[in-house]
């Protein structure tokens, strides 16, 4: 394997020729920090007296090619400011060639959008986005999309669109700031309106071709005689900046202890690892629109279809219709049927032998507010009865020629939902606790959720939420309860583990420890790994001895100091006999890992072992369970109002998935 990651080398002059150039007020410059920020990095007492006048907090404005005046203040560039000043080679090269550039992007430090295809109205944009590494003198190049939509001439804002961005006269990008008309970037609204779903399928040796290609035409010959591209194209991955979980963490165990790499093969060949203690107690109830719909899943489910085998031999839960028999519901807004029908048949307070599989057209990811709010009404509803439930899109029933691939997931959901377990992990069960940690937004409300997890075999034992602004004080206190359940059920604790969706804080890991060595007293090794949420375009690898394509599955890469790349997918050797879909990796920080026997690589391969615990089908993860329940659970929460139902369902099986 020879990895060839999407980084360049560039060489910085001995002396940087130039200035920079400081304002009290904007004149459109290209950066400001406030006034004690500025202070503590210039350390100049000329610069101090310039600004007394401002109070620490107020913003000073700079940049770098702006003619000094008397009110302003000037002065050679220092190291500090090297990045941003790169920033500003880069764009005025990228503006001369006719580019539109974005100066400040959320996710780089820098966006460029080279023309692919020109239309009637709107134009078709490449868009590659690059990050300064300063520490390594290394410039990261990625494609962050191919169909970006810039309109070429100026249109009137439509006011029932959200903030977008607009394109000024000199291709600068900025956010919208009531101009009548001006040239827009198509956001997601407007895009839908033109019919592009924005979707773009990966194909890693496009995007090599596309960053190559970049590179060579037009930054590699940049010429600034305060810089220079060094290498001839993308830099090989250094020998030890690469690593591989451990083999064994690609093995899952199923049913007789038989072991496959793969759990789709070792579902079909081998069956579950444990079916479930409810298996032959529960029954089903249907909601349906059509019946027709609730009479072809259930014939499904019973006796198979196509290369899915039933229920029954599948996962090995018989399906017996309930005794309340289905619920047939009419308008697409089905709460207020729901309500009738729980007030005259579901007449319990809990059930224990119930399921639910709920058939509509709505689910949690539409677009549509009303179907997004039934499936959680519908869903918190259940909940509270202690019925656990399966939502099933009717529009895939209908697909008669593809429903067969859904229906393992359908299964598999509904096996982990009453308490089975399809696969584990082959390795043996360490005393440690694992805890992860997520968050989701709402109305500009943010919640934070939590899984945890006692032993290797994703047996899930809380679920926990929260609003993220009660973040720190609710953190320690779930630390504090299940580290206490840990102990009271295994007796001992060796080693807590937290992944976590964000920078964990000094003051963050001050409470950790406080509670740990001084609360509790337990000599207990901890660490600490930030999982970023979102898969990493920015930092990515090609293997070229696979033909620019995605590095084999558990390779992991360094690419900062404590930061990692891992390459989670489903090509598990050199030369897969079929072909595999594309994956983009996933990027971790170990923030802290203690000597109580933690090594990174440990780390880096458990997440690896829990991305296999996920039980939302057969399809592979590229995230762990952890992050990806917390996820889930904060979305609930979300919905919930930060209400989820506190019983023996919702504690203790991924209810969620």
Not at 269 to 287: C, E, L, N, W
Not at 501 to 530: G, M, P, Q, W
Request: hydrophobic letters at 35%; a neutral charge; one cysteine or more.
């Amino acid at each position: 394997m020879n990895l060839v990651i999407n980084r360049v080398k560039y060489k910085l002059a001995e002396e940087i020729s130039g200035k920079i150039f400081f304002s009290k007020t904007d004149h459109s410059m290209d950066f400001c920090l406030r006034k004690k920020v500025l202070t503590k990095i210039l350390k100049e007492e000329s610069f101090n007296s310039w600004c007394q006048d401002k109070n620490d907090d107020d913003k000073i404005y700079f940049g770098f090619d702006m003619q000094k005046s008397e009110n302003d203040y000037s002065c050679l560039i220092p190291k500090y400011f090297i990045p941003k000043y790169i920033r500003y080679i880069l764009k005025k090269e990228f503006l001369n060639r006719g580019m539109v550039v974005n100066y400040h992007p959320k996710i780089s430090d820098l966006s460029v959008y080279m023309k692919k295809e020109s239309g009637s109205a709107w134009d078709k944009y490449y868009r590659f986005d690059i990050i300064i590494h300063d520490a390594k003198c290394e410039l990261s190049i990625s494609v962050g999309s191919e169909d970006t939509l810039i309109s070429n001439k100026e249109i009137p804002y439509n006011t029932n669109y959200k903030i977008v961005k607009f394109v000024n006269d000199d291709n600068l990008i900025r956010k919208y700031d009531d101009q009548e008309k001006c040239r827009f970037v198509a956001n997601r609204e407007i895009r839908q309106t033109l019919g592009y779903d924005g979707h773009r399928k990966l194909q890693y040796k496009n995007n090599y071709e596309l960053i190559s290609d970049f590179y060579n035409k037009y930054v590699r010959d940049i010429s600034n005689i305060n810089i220079r591209f060094t290498s001839v194209g993308l830099r090989n991955a250094e020998l030890r900046e690469v690593s591989k979980v451990k083999l064994l963490e690609n093995k899952m165990v199923f049913k007789d202890e038989k072991v496959d790499i793969n759990p789709i093969t070792g579902m079909r060949d081998f069956g579950v690892f444990k079916t479930s203690p409810k298996a032959y107690d529960t029954q089903f109830i249907f909601f349906y629109r059509n019946r027709d719909d609730a009479n072809s899943l259930y014939a499904y489910l019973k006796n198979g279809y196509k290369n899915f085998p039933g229920l029954e031999r599948y996962v090995g839960i018989p399906i017996v219709i309930s005794n309340i028999k289905g619920f047939c519901y009419e308008n697409k807004r089905i709460e207020e049927e729901y309500e009738n029908f729980e007030r005259e048949k579901l007449t319990d307070t809990y059930y224990n032998n119930l399921f639910a599989i709920v058939i509509g057209d709505f689910d949690k990811n539409n677009t549509d507010d009303e179907k997004t709010d039934s499936y959680y009404n519908i869903k918190k509803s259940l909940l509270l009865k202690g019925i656990p439930s399966q939502f099933v899109n009717e529009t895939h029933i209908r697909q008669t020629t593809v429903f067969n691939y859904h229906l393992p997931n359908i299964a598999i959901g509904i096996l982990a939902k009453l308490g089975g377990i399809p696969w584990r992990l082959k390795n043996h069960p360490q005393k440690e606790l694992v805890i992860g940690f997520n968050q989701a937004t709402l109305d500009d409300k943010s919640y934070v959720g939590s899984s945890v997890f006692f032993t290797n075999e994703g047996l899930l034992e809380n679920v926990y939420s929260y609003p993220k602004s009660s973040s720190p004080k609710e953190m320690i206190e779930l630390l504090r309860k299940s580290i206490l359940s840990y102990i009271e059920t295994n007796g001992d604790i060796e080693r807590l583990v937290i992944h976590y969706y964000k920078t964990n804080s000094n003051k963050e890991t001050k409470k950790i420890e406080h509670l740990l060595y001084n609360e509790l007293r337990i000599n207990v090794s901890y660490a600490i790994v930030e999982i970023n949420d979102s898969k990493s375009q920015n930092d990515i690898c090609f293997d070229a001895d696979y033909n620019w394509g995605m590095p084999i599955s558990g390779t992991f890469v360094e690419v900062e100091q404590n930061e990692y790349l891992l390459f989670n997918n489903t090509r598990h050797i050199d030369r897969p006999l079929t072909k595999v879909s594309d994956e983009l990796p996933i990027k971790i920080k170990i923030h802290h890992a203690d000597n109580g026997g933690f090594s990174h690589n440990d780390l880096i391969s458990q997440i690896y072992e829990f991305s296999r615990l996920i039980w939302k089908g057969l399809k592979q993860r590229s995230q762990p369970a952890t992050t990806i329940y917390a996820k889930l659970i904060a979305d609930f929460s979300a919905h919930f109002n930060s209400d989820i139902p506190s019983n023996d369902l919702t504690q203790h099986t991924p209810w969620f998935v």
